[in-house]
């Protein structure tokens, strides 16, 4: 049997009618950038998450990087984040100028350490950056208590985690402002690129407004130096389309990770735990195994398309080598790195698929 990683044309299947008819609208209306879609979809997402305000920009990186700003992160000051989560989120940092600072991760949750974070505060400390990882809202009341303590802003790289939930409350709407992506892969995913910023900060929300549009705030009047960070219609038209399903998607998701759940109780793998307060989304089902490479490369020789998210952390990338961190700095983070693998789950995938993976993956690596 064939189950490939991902397959984002199944559900194309599902939504041609709709979608192409959303583009006919978009393209009949000759607005292109912005406009009536896009804010439609603001109003929609921000109801969504329970947060006042949306400001939908290019990529969930602008969204994240216009969090920082209107939070007031400037050349130098420290964010404190994971190691344990892709580059963008020490980008977004890197790109106010300040510094990414690295707190390790709890490994049972593979998000985060909140008890790790205190130990990482410095004078220079300005905001806290926590990543939902893998659809997994962080404890952020452990967090928050930190932040107030220091006089620290929290903000949210939900970028994996639409439609989660912390104690009842969507994330996107628990720190001062939150970053979504809408990368194609992502459970809302557009056509193309795409991301948001969300908060109840109304003149946060002003900020990221007028500083995704070249910092213009009336017509050719610009108050700012800003950003090209806006978003297509198109996109929003599909985005639009695809909220209505985000909820049903997401409890197919919840479906197949328990079916995987009860295929694997008894094999040598590892499964990451809920915390009691979250109602995690899934946008990835990960597993830590020994020997993940071997692993790997058997469930490809039976026609299991899998993923690593992530093989390396942060400061053990090339890219961040300046920051001056080296092997051991983060040991929980990078034993992590060695033992994650990402199973294939999608709504799309069947009870079968789910099946042959998991039992595919127990004779790879034994029950116990
Ligand atoms: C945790 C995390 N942060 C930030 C990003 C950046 O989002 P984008 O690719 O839309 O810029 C991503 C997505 O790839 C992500 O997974």
Redesign the pocket.
């Given at each position: 049997m064939d189950v490939p990683y991902f397959d984002l044309a199944l559900q194309y299947v599902e939504l041609r009618a709709e979608i192409l008819e959303a583009i006919d609208r978009v393209c009949g209306s000759g607005i292109f950038v912005l406009g009536e879609e896009v804010e439609q979809f603001e109003k929609e997402f921000a109801a969504y998450c329970g947060v006042n305000h949306c400001v939908a920009v290019n990529?969930?990186?602008?969204?994240?990087h216009l969090a920082l700003l209107v939070a007031g992160v400037q050349a130098g000051d420290e964010v404190i984040t994971t190691p344990n989560?892709?580059l963008?989120?020490a980008e977004?940092i890197l790109y106010t100028g300040a510094r990414p600072v690295f707190a390790d991760i709890d490994p049972a949750t593979a998000n985060i350490d909140p008890q790790s974070i205190e130990a990482a505060i410095t004078p220079r400390t300005k905001a806290i950056l926590p990543?939902h990882?893998y659809g997994q809202p962080v404890d952020f009341d452990v967090i928050s208590a930190v932040a107030a303590k220091y006089h620290l802003a929290v903000i949210e790289?939900a970028?994996?985690a639409h439609g989660a939930r912390y104690r009842g409350r969507r994330v996107g709407s628990l720190g001062s402002a939150a970053?979504f992506?809408?990368?194609p892969t992502?459970n809302l995913g557009a056509y193309g690129?795409?991301?948001a910023l969300t908060t109840n900060d109304a003149r946060a929300a002003a900020l990221a407004r007028a500083l995704r549009h070249h910092g213009q705030k009336d017509h050719y009047e610009q108050a700012y130096v800003g950003y090209n960070y806006r978003l297509d219609s198109l996109q929003c038209a599909v985005l639009r389309i695809k909220l209505k399903r985000l909820d049903a998607w997401t409890q197919r998701r919840r479906y197949l990770v328990d079916l995987y759940r009860q295929h694997l109780h008894d094999a040598r793998v590892e499964l990451l735990r809920d915390l009691p307060e979250v109602r995690a989304v899934y946008h990835l089902f990960v597993v830590y195994v020994d020997d993940r490479d071997r692993v790997r490369a058997e469930l490809a020789k039976r026609g299991v398309g899998t993923a690593v998210h992530y093989p390396r952390p942060l400061h053990l990338q090339p890219a961040l080598a300046h920051l001056g961190y080296g092997p051991g700095s983060f040991p929980h983070a990078e034993r992590a790195c060695e033992r994650v693998l990402s199973l294939p789950l999608y709504p799309e995938l069947t009870e079968a698929q789910v099946e042959y993976v998991a039992r595919s993956l127990r004779e790879i690596v034994g029950s116990r």
């Open positions: 990529s969930g990186t602008s969204a994240l989560t892709f963008a989120t977004a990543v990882l790289d970028c994996q970053a992506s809408f990368y992502k690129e795409g991301g």
